[in-house]
Nanobody, 126 residues
Framework: QLVESGGGLVQAGGSLRLSCAAS????????MAWFRQVPGKERECVAV????????YYEDSVEGRFTISRDNAKSTVYLQMNSLMPEDTAVYYC???????WGVGFARSRNAYDYWGEGTQVTVSS
């Protein structure tokens, strides 16, 4: 199970930290990703972190503003979001590919991930 938390309403320029707590998984062996989706648009990958935490990927529009991290002891992945903009408004999901352990790639397609949380709403007002 993946359970996201930390979403909410924030003014432009503000910050939020999302958390995703995992259970029932070999969390420390899995790549973790954050996606976001707005109505009528494709779900897009914003950040990915390797199983060890030593490698990360960011979508261009969030590079330098968002930071993905993980605590394998707590089976939790985080997304620190700073300098938020109205266009960051979306439902944010965490996801993992349970079929690949100790993976070396950074898949960005939603089809590469088979396990998803329910999502948490982030709304940024202007």
């Amino acid at each position: 199970q993946l359970v996201e938390s930390g979403g909410g309403l924030v003014q432009a320029g503000g910050s939020l930290r999302l958390s995703c707590a995992a259970s029932g998984l070999n969390f420390d062996r899995l790549t973790m990703a954050w996606f976001r989706q707005v109505p009528g648009k494709e779900r897009e990958c914003v950040a990915v972190i390797s199983w060890s935490g030593s490698n990360t990927y960011y979508e261009d529009s969030v590079e330098g503003r968002f930071t993905i991290s993980r605590d394998n002891a707590k089976s939790t992945v985080y997304l620190q979001m700073n300098s938020l903009m109205p266009e960051d408004t979306a439902v944010y999901y965490c996801a993992t590919d349970t079929t690949t352990q100790w993976g070396v790639g950074f898949a960005r397609s939603r089809n590469a991930y088979d396990y998803w949380g329910e999502g948490t709403q982030v709304t940024v007002s202007s």
